[in-house]
């Protein structure tokens, strides 16, 4: 069955304290690994999109790679803005679908 | 350009009723996604449609229906509501599709049944 698996579930970063978030992925015929991100009450916003394993892009403090099972989001000399919940999803070129994990909520603290 | 807008924002319906939700997407763009978000179960698929036509269904009851319109514009229907559907409602709209490019999502429809 096709998963997605984020962790760790919550993170509290001082302001500057860099870290990763991970996201596990077990998708038959993986054809794109997406990050998000969503603020409360509003609805996902588009990050990243990753095809490949090797494959890194990078926007702004955040850094996103992909392997052949998991994926990273690094965030460096992280800001208080930069607190939210933040997804990954891949899609399965198999079966047409979009599986998303339940996401990582990181809180920022100045 | 106009993001993604879904309408109402807001919805409060009794147990049994059925609504009907809203989502114009981005202009161009031909596929629209339907996802319920809820706190336990994260963000799940519904339903895909594109050029008017069904592409891909996830695992929902029957009860959850939707359709899409020669303009693209895309309604989400349910039926005989129950309290466990209470949740966020989200649209996402691509040019082509989830496989090809990102999505963009709208702000959602919180339905909340009493």
Redesign the interface.
């Known amino acids: 069955e096709d998963q997605v698996t984020q962790s760790p579930e919550a993170l509290r970063l001082q302001e500057g304290e860099s870290s990763s978030l991970n996201c596990s992925y077990t998708v038959s015929g993986l054809r794109g690994l997406f990050w998000y991100r969503q603020d409360p009450g509003k609805g996902p916003e588009f990050l990243f999109t990753l095809y490949s394993a090797g494959e890194e892009k990078e926007k702004e403090r955040l850094k996103a790679t992909l392997t052949k099972k998991e994926s990273f989001l690094h965030i460096t000399a992280p800001k208080p803005e930069d607190s939210a919940t933040y997804l990954c999803a891949a899609y399965s070129g198999n079966t047409g679908k979009l599986i998303f994990g339940q996401g990582t909520t990181l809180q920022v603290k100045p | 350009k106009a993001g993604?807008t879904q309408t109402p924002r807001y919805l409060i319906k009794t147990r049994g009723q059925q609504v009907t939700l809203s989502c114009s997407p981005i202009s161009g763009h031909r596929s629209v996604?339907w996802?319920q978000q809820t706190p336990g179960q994260?963000?799940?698929?519904l339903f895909?449609y594109f050029s008017e036509t069904q592409?891909?269904k996830?695992n929902f009851p029957g009860r959850f229906s939707g359709r899409q319109f020669s303009n693209s514009r895309s309604e989400m229907n349910v039926s005989t509501l129950e309290l466990g559907d209470s949740a966020l409602y989200?649209c996402?709209s691509s040019p082509l599709?989830?496989?090809n490019?990102?999505?963009?999502?709208?702000?959602?429809t919180r339905l909340t049944v009493v």
């Open positions: 993604v996604s996802y994260g963000l799940q698929f895909e592409r891909n996830g989200l996402a599709g989830s496989m490019t990102e999505a963009f999502f709208g702000q959602g």
